[in-house]
C-alpha cells in the first residue's frame, strides 16, 4: 500500500525555516552551555583532591553549600552587601539616564559632543581597563591622600557633610542615607549609564511630536507632559534598561562578590573550584529570584503604546 | 517670537526702555534662560567627571617621574616627557600585541556577528513552538557569569571531543585546542561568546519591526527564505549590524578574561597590560637585582598602558559615532 506524503502547510514550512536558523544557537547550547552547566554544578558538589596527574573530584553532596553559608567568613558579608550595592545602584542608573537622555533630548548647542562623551565610558569601562581602574583608586587613596586624585576620599568627606545638612533640616534617615549613598556613588552611575542612556535617547526620539502639541492646545503644563506622555511611552523601556542593568552589575568585575569568587578559583588559593562554583551557583539563583521578582511588578504596572 | 520682535524694532526704529525691560526680564524668557544654564552645569558637569580620569592619565602619560611626588603639579607637568611611553611600549610589546588584539578582536566580531544576526531573524521572524522558553535561554546565557562555566569549558576545549568520536578513533582523551584560535571560533559561530545574547536580543528587536510586506512581496516575487534574508533583510539592517560589531569589537578588545583561560601563550594587548608591571619588574631586576618598583610609578605606567590599550577603540569610535548614534534611533530596538 502506498503511503502518501503530504506537503508542509506554509506555517509549517516556515516553522522549519525558523528551526534551521537558529540552528547555531541550538548547537551551542548542546555542545557547550549545557554540558558546561551540568559540569559547573557536579563541581560545586564535590571537592577537588590533587592527585599526581590533575586533580580527582570527590562527591560531597551539599556540603560545601552548607560549608558556605554557616561556615565561611566571607561569603554571607560579601553576598548580602554585593545584592543591597544592586538594590542601590540599578534604581539610581535608571533615573539619571532617564533625566540625563531628557536632557540629551532638548536642542542645544554641542549636543552632539555632549552624546559622544555621554557614551565613552562603555567604551572606556570595560575588561581589563575597568580592572586597572579598581586597583588604580585603591591605590590612589593609600599613596595620594590628600593629592589630586584622591577622588575616594574626597567623594566620602563630602557626603558627609551633605548628610549633616540634610539631618539637619529634617530628613528621615532613611532618606538621607540613600541620598548620601547616591552621592559617593555617582562616578560608578554614571560609568554605568552609557548604554542606558542611548536606548533611553533612542526611545525618546520615538515618541510622536503630535502627542505633545495635543496636550499642550488642550492646555496641559509641562509637568503634566513629562509625567502624562513621555514616562509612560517610555515604560517598556524601563522594563528593559532594568533587565540590563541588573544583569550588568551582577556580571561586573567589579563586583566584591565576583572578586571573591575569583579568588576562590585562583590556582593559588588550593584550586577551590568546587567551593567557587558553589559560591557562583548561589550568586545566580539569587539574581533570578530578583529578576523574576521585580520583572513581573515592573511589566504591570507598563503601558504599552501598540 | 525673537524675530518678530526685531522686525518690530526696526520698523519703528524707537521702543521705550521699559517695553525693551519688559521684553528681557519675561518670564518665559527668563526660565527658558534659567532652563539653558542649568543644562549646561549638569552637562558640563556630568562630562567632566567622565573625562577627568582620562585627562588625569593622559597628564600621566607626559610627566616625569619625579613630577609624581611633586605636589603643586596638578594637571600640566612641568617636566615633559616621552620616556613613560617608551617603556610602556617597549614592555608590553604593543606592535605584536595590539595586532594580535586587534586580528582576534575583528575575527571573532565578524563570526559573531553572522550566527547572531542568522539566529536573532529566526528569532524574529518565525513562529515555531518552543519559541519562547529558547528565547528564554537566550537571555539565560547572558545572565550566567563566565566564572561559573569557565572552567568546565576550559576542560572542554582542552580534551575537546565531539560525542566521543575522536577517542575512538585515535585512542587518545581529545584534542587540544587550547592556544589556538578554534575555542573562540567555536564559541562565536554557536552564539556563546561575551555578551552574544544582548546581540541576539538588540538585532531581534530590529527585525521585529521591520515591514511584513517586504518580506512577503520577495517572497511572491519568487525568492526562497534564504534569499530573502541575504537580499532583502541585511541590507537594511546595516545600522543595528554597525552597533552591534562596535559593542562587539570594544567588548572583545577590553577582554582578558578568556584570552588568560583559551590562549594562555598568545599575547593579547588586554594581557599585556594585565602584565605590564611583573614585566617592568622583572626588567629592573634583571638590570639591578635589588631594584624595587615605586608603586606610584607602577600607578603611572598603568595609566599610560590603559591609555594605550583603549586608544584603537576611541579612534574609531570617533570616525564611526556619528552612523553609530544616527544608527539606533533608526534601527527600532525602540520604536
Redesign the interface.
Known sequence: MKIMKRKLTL?EQ????????????????L???I??????FI?SLSKQIITSNGYVNQFVGYEQYNSLFFKNPNFNRTFISTITNMFYEVPMIIIFSFF?SS??N?N?KGR?L???????????A????M???N??AI??VI?HSG???GNIANQAIQGFQIQQYLDAIGFSPQIVNYLSAAITR??TI??NSGVQI??F???L??IPNSLYEASSIEGATAWENFWKITFPMLGP?ILTNT??SI?DN??SYKNQL?VL??NT?SAQKGMN?GL??AM??V??AA??VI?GVTLPLISKKVFYYN | MKSILNENIRKTQRISLTAKLKHIFNPRHLISKLN?IL??I??IG??Y???Y??L?KVSLAFMDQQDMYD?SV??VPKHFTLDNIKIVWKHMNYIKSSSISMAMAVAITFFQLI?CT??A???G?????G?KV?FG???F?????????I???F??YRFFD?FGIISTITGKRGLNLLDTFWPYF??A????GLKNG?Y?YMIRQFFRNMPKELEEASLIDGAG?FKT?LLIMLPSAAPILLTVGL?SF??Q?????YMNWFTPTMNSL??A??MLTANYTSYLLSVNPLAELD??YA?LL??V??LM??LP??II??FL?KYF?KS??R?G???
Open positions: 506555517a516556515r516553522a522549519f525555516a525558523g528551526y534551521m536558523f537558529i540552528l547555531p544557537f541550538i548547537a551551542g547550547l555542545i557547550i552551555f554540558p558546561s552547566m551540568i559540569k559547573s563541581f540625563i536632557l540629551l532638548q542645544f552632539g555632549a552624546r559622544v562623551i555621554f557614551f565613552l565610558p562603555v567604551i572606556l570595560s575588561g581589563i581597563v580592572k586597572i581602574e586597583l588604580n591605590g590612589t599613596l593629592g589630586q586624585e555617582i562616578y554614571i560609568s542611548l536606548i535617547l533612542a526611545a526620539q520615538t523601556y533587565v540590563y544583569i551582577f556580571t565576583m569568587i575569583i578559583s573550584y567557587s562554583s557562583a551557583w550568586y545566580f539574581i533570578v529578576l | 539653558s543644562r549646561a549638569i552637562i556630568v562630562s567627571y567622565i573625562l580620569p582620562l588625569m605636589t596638578m594637571l550566527s542568522l539566529v531573524y529566526g528569532f521572524r518565525f513562529e515555531f513552538k519559541k529558547l535561554l537566550v537571555i546565557t547572558l545572565l550566567v557569569p563566565p566564572q561559573t562555566y572552567i568546565p569549558l576542560l572542554q565531539m567555536i564559541n559561530i554557536t552564539c556563546m544582548l541576539i527564505v534574508f559593542f570594544v567588548w578588545w577590553n577582554d582578558y578574561f588586554a594581557k597590560l594585565d608603586p606610584r600607578l598603568n595609566a598602558g590603559c590599550v583603549i577603540p576611541v569610535y570617533a559615532q548614534i539606533v534611533e534601527s530596538i525602540v520604536g
